[in-house]
């Protein structure tokens, strides 16, 4: 890397030389027309690397957010008629229009929120997976027939729920958005997609996608901040579907209460991983690094604690502390680069505060937990220990490269320690014990329990979070399910019993 951090770029692969100066310039889908709207000003996002300008965005006003809800209600009918082979068609077509753009979104997504490119690719690929998945999948469900009388026929109709809102976050933001728009598009809703005011350009490169697909009017994008999201959440829509933050998870549930909307909700997390008496401390300390450092621990399943059994903490917090150490930091289209910046400096300083906070109540910084000169929104891999429970640092989601540990005497105590939280989204348990293993996967009130691996898990996998990480099934083949209402048909021949 060069000083002042910008990539040399000589190591660049040669499709991302020069990605430094492009400047993205947004524009939003109103009514199937691009460039509508626009009365409401710009704003612009930074390259967390090294504080450039890279997007130009508008911002909705009320008006035009009223109007793209109107619009959307306007196709809705027309899209819900159109044969479902004819819709997944068109999600097939969209997902070959994603893949023909992902070297474009890649670079979008690194510029504007700053994850290693080849991390970026990896969530392109993730989104044209789903998209693909999601075209299969829907023309293959169907709904139950009942036993009802000799005469009649009863049975259950999977339809459209008309209009949907969806709000999608910034830590990957072409896979989790091709997740919601793949399935609510093509079970037969209007989409208006509002992506997060972190990664707009991302959203717009991924709606001009996915709209050359789809007849006019299907899908709208709206862009600006939590305001424009508030106001889109506060129309009458059908469903509000958000992946993002539970604060805003919280707003935008209480949104629809006032609407009546279904809500769908994937919202934020505190990650537990639980180190076992008997298992190898630094295999342990490999599964943390890459739990907690990953994405620059902004995954919503990152490992945010680790609690880990007194008999092989020393050695395993020692090899932490080296895995921090050996990552190398860059900015992410450096190809060499491990560790990449913050989304931002407003993050960083929140990350920072809650650190500081921890070392102020008694914990002790073993590594990083600095903030560095220089531009950009850099922090370092960080390992603090000595942790407590009622800490922040512990309780708060901390989304970034922070790894607190809490250290216990006994199997027992670090389950209790780890279900005694806000949120509920997942956990991991590294033991070699199956009875312990049972345990954890039966006790952990969290929508997904990973034993012995900190990522993976098959394809299709989908979960109901619990507590402040949301409600409802945001992935996998159910994401169909919630984005259809079931209604029950009882056909019965008229009085004479003919047709
Ligand atoms: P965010 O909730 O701040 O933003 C997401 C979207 O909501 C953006 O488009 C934003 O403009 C919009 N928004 C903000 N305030 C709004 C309001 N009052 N009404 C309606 N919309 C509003 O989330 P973020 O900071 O972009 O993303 C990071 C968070 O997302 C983390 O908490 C992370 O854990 C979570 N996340 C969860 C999952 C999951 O599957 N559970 C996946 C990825 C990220």
């Not at 949907?164 to 976050?169: G, L, M």
Request: proline content about 7%; hydrophobic content about 45%.
């Amino acid at each position: 890397m060069l000083a002042g951090g910008q990539p040399d770029e000589e190591r660049l692969p040669s499709a991302t030389r020069g990605i430094y100066r492009r400047m993205y310039t947004v524009a939003q889908l109103i009514g199937g027309v691009w460039g509508a709207g626009g009365e409401g000003g710009d704003l612009v996002v930074h390259d967390p690397a090294d504080g450039t300008a890279v997007s130009s965005v508008p911002v909705a006003t009320a008006e035009e957010v009223r109007k793209a809800v109107a619009a959307a209600r306007g196709a809705a009918a027309e899209w819900a008629r159109t044969p479902l082979a004819e819709r997944a068609a068109a999600l097939h077509r969209a997902a070959d229009a994603v893949a023909a753009a992902a070297v474009e979104l890649a670079q979008a997504t690194t510029v504007e929120m700053g994850k290693p490119l080849a991390d970026a690719r990896g969530g392109v690929d993730a989104g044209v997976g789903t998209l693909r998945q999601y075209a299969e999948l829907a023309p293959l469900r169907g709904g139950r027939t009942l036993h009802g009388s000799a005469e009649a026929i009863d049975f259950m109709l999977p339809q459209p729920r008309g209009v949907v809102a969806a709000f999608t976050p910034w830590n990957d933001p072409v896979a989790v958005s091709c997740g919601l728009l793949g399935a609510a598009l093509v079970t037969g809703n209007v989409v208006l997609y509002k992506p997060s005011e972190r990664t707009p350009a991302t959203g717009w490169l991924l709606a001009k996608a996915v709209d050359a697909a789809l007849p006019p009017g299907v899908l709208s994008l709206l862009t600006g901040g939590p305001e424009v999201g508030a106001a889109l959440a506060a129309q009458p829509v059908d469903v509000l579907a958000h992946v993002g933050s539970t604060a805003t998870g919280r707003a935008i549930a209480a949104a629809a209460a006032r609407t009546g909307a279904k809500v769908l909700l994937e919202n934020g997390g505190s990650d537990p991983l639980v180190i076992d008496a008997d298992v190898d401390p630094l295999w342990a300390a490999e599964q943390a690094a890459i739990g907690a450092f990953a994405n620059a621990g902004q995954i919503c399943v990152a490992v945010e604690r680790i609690y880990v059994h007194r008999d092989v903490a020393e050695d395993f917090v020692d090899a932490l502390i080296e895995r921090a150490r050996a990552l190398r930091t860059g900015p992410g289209v450096d190809p060499a680069t491990e560790l990449g910046p913050l989304v931002d400096r407003q993050h960083r300083d929140h990350v920072h505060g809650q650190v500081t906070a921890a070392v102020a109540q008694g914990a002790q910084l073993r590594i990083g937990g600095t903030l560095p000169d220089g531009p950009g929104a850099f922090y370092p891999a960080t390992v603090v220990t000595d942790c407590r429970q009622d800490m922040p640092l512990i309780r708060e989601e901390t989304f970034a490269p922070v790894a607190p540990v809490v250290v216990v005497d006994s199997f027992s105590e670090a389950l209790r320690c780890a279900a005694d939280s806000p949120y509920g989204l997942a956990a991991t348990v590294l033991t070699a014990s199956m009875s312990h293993a049972q345990r954890a996967c039966r006790d952990l009130p969290v929508g997904t329990v990973k034993i012995n691996a900190v990522f993976g898990g098959a394809p299709g996998g989908a979960a109901h979070p619990r507590r402040g990480s949301g409600q409802g099934f945001g992935y996998g083949p159910e994401l169909l399910d919630e984005f259809t209402a079931t209604k029950v048909v009882h056909l019965q021949a008229p009085g004479g019993g003919h047709w």
